[in-house]
């Protein structure tokens, strides 16, 4: 399921936009860019989902008491792994490169 974020409100102008921008305006390389922004989309879909699954086990695993040393150094570990996605749900950064031909 795709994670609404603050930047539904504008994907379909967004995606607009970049279907215009290109330098031709056939409905081929209309099709191959709404591809490409599908294909984006799919990959940040995975990609959250990946996310949120790791902060579930994180979670899980954060709820059982450290009984000696090693067990304390290994939930200390995993809080710093829990808090680094919990702030990425708060972030979105992207990129990609890619060749003008």
């Known amino acids: 399921m795709r994670r609404k974020s603050a930047l539904d409100n504008d994907i379909a102008d967004v995606t607009t936009a970049i279907i215009r921008s290109g330098t031709s305006a056939s409905p081929a390389a209309d099709a191959a860019r ?4 599908a294909e984006e989309q799919g990959f940040l879909d995975s990609a959250v989902a990946r996310r949120d699954a790791l902060v579930e086990h994180l979670q899980t695993e954060l709820s059982s008491a450290a009984l000696d040393v090693l067990e304390r ?4 570990m995993l809080r710093q792994q829990y808090e680094q996605l919990r ?3 708060e ?3 992207f990129g990609r490169l890619g ?3």
């Open 73 to 76: 150094a290994r939930l200390r």
């Open 91 to 93: 972030r979105l950064v």
């Open 87 to 89: 702030q990425a749900q």
């Open 34 to 37: 709404r591809s490409a922004v």
């Open 99 to 101: 060749r003008v031909s």
